[in-house]
């Protein structure tokens, strides 16, 4: 019921202008203008107590007085009197509004109070709406212009939304002269009842969008709006500008890690992981805008450049390198083509460059050749105008290549007057064009950036294996503690201890608080040690003489005890010291050092960060950040990503050191704050690494108390693969297989399992006629996420230890976050057997444990067998009020 009202909010079947008129310049007359002039062939009602007519149709006095159904209501009235506005709509049973009016939070205390009225009406009749501060929804394949903006754009398959309404009329007014069209505007607001996630979600399924674009300010949500961009980035590009980069924390200070990662650092990994393209400037959105809306896409980074002016292709080359695109290595073969019909003085490698007197069928040839090599994966044209150049001719050359490809082309016609005609027909063509040689290779790597991206989306890290087997119920109890004690950080004894539990080697410290117990920890760890001062209020050690390196002996030792606590207490008299912390010396050679460490964002919870480490980490500023879970892939990328990567080869008769070692520290780290909410902060600085191994030799770990009771994994923006929920299942041959969650690999073995079902079985399974799954549901179906859905797999094992797929289950949560739908379907040759019951109760237990309250299915009134075993399984049934053939299955959690 909610996502149906969320979709009578953005593509509405009927509409209803509140405060609806005819008088020139106000949001009433825009408004109505808007709706008319847009060609909505739904009905359409006026409200303004002032009119009686509009347009030559009653307009009504009141929401109450409406003769029929109403999807949206555009409400255009003043912000003191909206709430009762959208209450009447809610008793009328409208099922969405646009909130256009401002004031509300912003104007004070009376503005919050206004803005708290608002979601009452919400809560209380289901009404869903945008805003406030909404400019409206527009749609152009029913014509819809619901909105305060300008006229109806171009119809297109590109989806924009944004929570700015200027930038909405901006783009807009880009897009008119450029053929850049629309399938979808939505303006949110402040997004105080519909947010960004349902918005996605409604998008995802809108056959009307192939990509989507967002502007953002803020993210409420991240939980929800992580699992739909994820969804929607799956089967669909998605490009966000996000503003507030300059936003800062003053507790990250505290620590190394937290003075180099910002919540923008954060943002940025949460977008890398989500799979879509982040974008920084307003220039880069339009780039984007154009680019999306051609329908171009890349597979590879590997680009091919043909020129007719030698500057230009080079400083296209230039930018190429700067943004890590490669230039394709062109084949011998298509060189020797190249070489056959351009001139002996032209360049044969890549660039391409074809002189200025070249032939529109040269630069066309030239092309074609470049772009159907296969180790280019996109093409740039660049054209400089001379006086022997005929710029159209060589445009429309161009584009009867392109359409003979599948590759990208991208071109960079550079001048002005001389040029216009070409880019417009380029750009009635679909294919990008650009002003200049740097715009061009911005917008052809943020696509290769995507596609990068899109990597990220498809990893599901899974636990680490036999291999690590940490004891979280020790590193939990020293959490515990220093909750119990009120402490903030635990101290770097406790954090090497807590650490090591999880397998992450450490230089082990050993805490003495007297002169004498120093000695004597000294001697049973054995000379030479070093000396760190121990002060729960001192994070910088160095910075005020706390440490004490290479003490060969107990005077050495003695002595620089008391000399410590003495430099130290002069230094921070405010400062609580309890000791010093005994540590080996750590004297490997050619050892480099490195810093990890962990924040935790206030909307995407744990963000873990590396790059070079030391005392002077603040200065080099090198850091990559991740979201967690990771997994080797991942890791590899976080350090790939750095200029640590650098210090990791082969260096002034230093060997390699141990990469493997470090991507190995990475990934304990992501299991601690995966299992371990009650960690907030981590700063391992260093980690030294040698070609023999890494050891973490400094450590600090915070503590933050999680909300108790909170559901597993609740503290992270992205849900771990869940391999608790692997279960072993008797089949009736006597075989064993296995019952477990679907995996992004699992697309083969799920192509399969559909294509060997009957055509009965598909038919009840999806409720229309379906052979194979389209690329599309495939990704939908294998890559889920899961916080919000799952699938469980029954899956055989082949002698040869091949899976074969027999049955699968799966349930996705609805916006109400309370009740869930599910659909279940068994291999023809496995049906009758047990296998779908014992399938059934586990996806019911899995539902309980996520706190479900409600799980709800449909089938068809002939699909007997799933009505049977529904019932026997406590389901209630009853047929379906809007739809009688179908029946509907519910069961109380």
Known sequence: ???????????????????????????????????????????????????????????????????????????????????????????????????????????????????????????????????????????????????????????????????????????????????VGFSTVISTGVSDDVEFGEILDFLVRDGATDSIMLYMEAVAEARHFMSALRAAARVKPVVVMKAGRAAETDASLAFHTGSLVGGDDVFDAAMRRAGVLRIRAFS??????????????????????VMNAGGPGQLAADRAADRGLQLAWLSEETLATLRSFLPPSTQHGNPVYVRGDASAKQFAEASRHVLADPKTDALLAVMAPFATTAPDEFADALIQVARAQKKPVFTCWMGDAAVVQSRQRFAENRIPSYRTPEAAVDAIAALGLFTSNQEQLLQVPTPLGPSSTPDKASAQALLDAALAAGNEWLNPAESKELLAAFGVPVVRAVPAHSADEAVRVAETTGFPVALKILSPDIAHKTDVGGVRL???????????????????????????????????????????????????????????????????????????????????????????????????????????AAREAVEDILLR????????????????????????????????????????????????????????????????????????????????????????????????????GLHDLTPAMLSRFTQI?????????????????????????????????????????????????????QLFRHLIEVARQRRLKVMTGITLRENSRMIDLSRSLGFATKADLDEPELVRMTLVL
């Open 1 to 179: 019921m909610t996502a149906r009202r969320v979709a009578a909010v953005l593509n509405p079947s009927s509409v209803a202008i509140v405060g609806a008129s005819d008088v020139p310049g106000t949001l009433g007359d825009i408004a109505r203008r808007n709706l008319r002039q847009g060609g909505f062939t739904g009905p359409t009602y006026f409200v303004n107590p002032r009119h009686g007519t509009l347009d030559g149709e009653p307009c009504h006095a009141s929401v109450r007085d409406l003769p029929g159904p109403v999807d949206l209501a555009l409400l255009l009235t003043p912000a003191d009197v909206t709430p009762d506005v959208l209450a009447q709509c809610g008793e009328k049973g409208v099922r969405g509004a646009v909130v256009a009016a401002a004031g509300f939070r912003e104007g004070g205390e009376r503005g919050a109070e206004l803005e708290r009225q608002l979601l009452d009406a919400t809560r209380r009749y289901g009404i869903r709406f945008l805003g406030p501060n909404s400019l409206g929804v527009i749609r152009t394949d029913t014509r819809l212009n619901a909105s305060c903006g300008p006229s109806l754009p171009k119809p297109g398959r590109l989806a924009f939304v944004s929570q700015s309404g200027a930038l909405c009329n901006a783009m807009l007014d880009w897009a008119a002269s450029r053929h």
């Open 284 to 305: 880069q959105l339009y780039s984007a805008a154009g680019t999306l809306g051609a329908g171009v896409r890349m597979t590879g980074r590997r680009l091919g450049i």
């Open 550 to 656: 290479g003490r060969a002996d107990a005077k050495s030792v003695r002595d620089g005890y008391d000399n410590m606590m003495r430099d130290v207490a002069l230094a921070r008299p405010d400062a609580r010291l309890e000791g010093v912390l005994i540590e080996p010396m750590y004297l490997e050679r050619h050892g480099r050092e490195l810093m990890i460490g962990v924040v935790r964002d206030p909307v995407f919870g744990p963000a873990i960060s590396f790059g070079l480490g030391g005392t002077m980490v603040e200065v080099i500023r090198d850091r990559a950040v991740a979201l967690p879970p990771l997994n080797p892939y991942l890791a590899r990328d976080l350090i790939r990503r750095t200029r640590a990567r650098l210090a990791l080869q082969p260096l002034r008769g230093a060997p390699a």
């Open 669 to 768: 780290v992501s299991e601690i704050v995966c299992e371990l909410p009650d960690v907030g902060a981590i700063d391992l600085n260093p980690v030294v690494v040698t070609a023999r191994g890494a050891v973490v030799v400094d450590a600090r770990i915070g503590v933050l108390r999680n909300p108790p009771g909170a559901l597993p994994y609740r503290h992270m923006a992205i849900h771990p693969y869940p391999s608790s929920y692997h279960f072993p299942i008797e089949l009736p041959d006597g075989e064993r297989g296995t019952v477990r969650p679907i995996r992004p690999e699992d697309a083969r073995i799920e192509q399969e399992f559909v294509h060997r079902l009957s055509e009965e079985s598909r038919f009840l399974r999806f409720m229309f």
């Open 785 to 837: 996420d899961y916080d919000r859905e799952m699938a469980l797999v029954v899956v055989r094992h082949g002698a040869d230890g091949a899976e074969q797929q027999i049955g699968v289950a799966r349930y996705i949560t609805l916006p109400d976050e309370e009740t869930c739908e599910f659909a279940i379907v068994v291999s023809d040759e496995w049906q009758g057997k047990g296998i779908a019951r």
